[in-house]
Nanobody, 115 residues
C-alpha cells in the first residue's frame, strides 16, 4: 500500500489549496478514503471521509462548508479542496485508508495558513 500526498504549501488566510493523494497497492474503488490532519503539539484529527461506491462524504464540524473531499476511482486519487482557509487550519495533512484491518498512512503534506 502506498499513499502519496501533494498540494500543500503556504497560503494567506482566506485562500485556497487543493490536496491530492495518489494511492496504489489496493483496490482503490472498494476503499473508504479519509483525510486527517495534525497540528504541532496536537493529536491527529479526522477532517473528512469519502465512502467507496456511493461517494457519500462526512466532514468534521470545523471544516464543514469550507472543505470538499472527492475521489477519482479511475486514477486512484482522492482530493481535498480547501477554501476559506484559516490560520488554525495549519497542520500536516495525511491521507488514510484501512487495509486488512489496519490504517495505512501517507507521509503527509504541510499546509501553512498565514494571518
Amino acid at each position: 500500500v502506498q499513499l502519496v500526498e501533494s498540494g500543500g504549501g503556504l497560503v494567506q488566510s482566506g485562500g485556497s489549496l487543493r490536496l491530492s493523494c495518489a494511492a496504489s497497492g489496493f483496490i482503490f474503488a472498494w476503499a473508504d478514503m479519509s483525510w486527517y490532519r495534525q497540528a504541532p503539539g496536537k493529536e491527529r484529527e479526522l477532517v473528512a471521509t469519502i465512502r467507496s461506491g456511493s461517494g457519500k462524504t462526512q466532514y468534521a464540524d470545523f471544516v464543514m462548508g469550507r472543505f470538499t473531499v472527492s475521489r477519482n476511482d479511475a486514477d486512484s486519487t482522492v482530493f481535498l479542496q480547501m477554501n476559506s482557509l484559516k490560520p488554525e487550519d495549519t497542520a500536516v495533512y495525511y491521507c488514510e485508508v484501512p487495509v486488512a484491518g489496519r490504517s495505512r498512512w501517507g507521509q503527509g503534506t504541510q499546509v501553512t495558513v498565514s494571518s
